[in-house]
Every structure is written in structure tokens, then in C-alpha cells.
Nanobody, 115 residues
Framework: VQLQASGGGLVQAGASLKLSCAASGGSLSSYAMGWFRQAPGKEREFVGVNAWSGGSIYYSDSVRGRFTFSRDNAKNTVYLQMNSLKPEDTAVYYC?????????WGQGTQVTVSS
């Protein structure tokens, strides 16, 4: 499966963005899907994960209550709705698919939040 992330941008603190991750070459319903991010000079960190469509969604403490993960199996796309953005949310955001013996990463989309 190949993943294409989009939707990043430059916003002010308190604003919202919605990231998309579209898949090709496979059905996302067969994969556990996640969002990760990597800020400059830091390691890649977990943001949110959904093991299967309709299953529980888990978030990191830093985004819980502000970010919402969702799937649209008909569009073969997952989303990350990000509200109340903070400067510390600035990072490159990556989507990830795991399943069927494979791991795939999207190319990343930059999110920059100014104070």
C-alpha cells in the first residue's frame, strides 16, 4: 500500500487543520492506521492510532481532546482533525499503515503553528 499525506500548512495558534492520508494499492480497512509527527531535532512520536475500522482510537496525552482521528473506507482515506493548535504542534506529520506483514509511511506533511 502507498500513502499520500496532505493538508498541512502555516496557521496561527488556536486555529484548526485537517490532514488527509489517501491510500493506493490496498484497502486501508485491512490495516492498522496511525498518525505520527516529528519536530525539528526530535524523534518521531506517536499521535494517534486506530487498530481497525470501528475499533478504539488511542491518542497521545499531548493531543487528546484536541485531535480527532477518523477513517473513510469508501474513500480509502484517513484523517486527522486538529483543533486548538499550539506552537508545540509544529512538526512534519506522517501517516502509517501496518498490516498484512507490511509497514508503510506517507511522505509527510508540514504543520507550522505560529504564536
Amino acid at each position: 500500500v502507498q500513502l499520500q499525506a496532505s493538508g498541512g500548512g502555516l496557521v496561527q495558534a488556536g486555529a484548526s487543520l485537517k490532514l488527509s492520508c489517501a491510500a493506493s494499492g490496498g484497502s486501508l480497512s485491512s490495516y492498522a492506521m496511525g498518525w505520527f509527527r516529528q519536530a525539528p531535532g526530535k524523534e518521531r512520536e506517536f499521535v494517534g492510532v486506530n487498530a481497525w475500522s470501528g475499533g478504539s482510537i488511542y491518542y497521545s496525552d499531548s493531543v487528546r481532546g484536541r485531535f480527532t482521528f477518523s477513517r473513510d473506507n469508501a474513500k480509502n482515506t484517513v484523517y486527522l482533525q486538529m483543533n486548538s493548535l499550539k506552537p508545540e504542534d509544529t512538526a512534519v506529520y506522517y501517516c502509517n499503515a501496518q498490516g498484512l506483514g507490511a509497514v508503510a509511511w506517507g511522505q509527510g506533511t508540514q504543520v507550522t503553528v505560529s504564536s
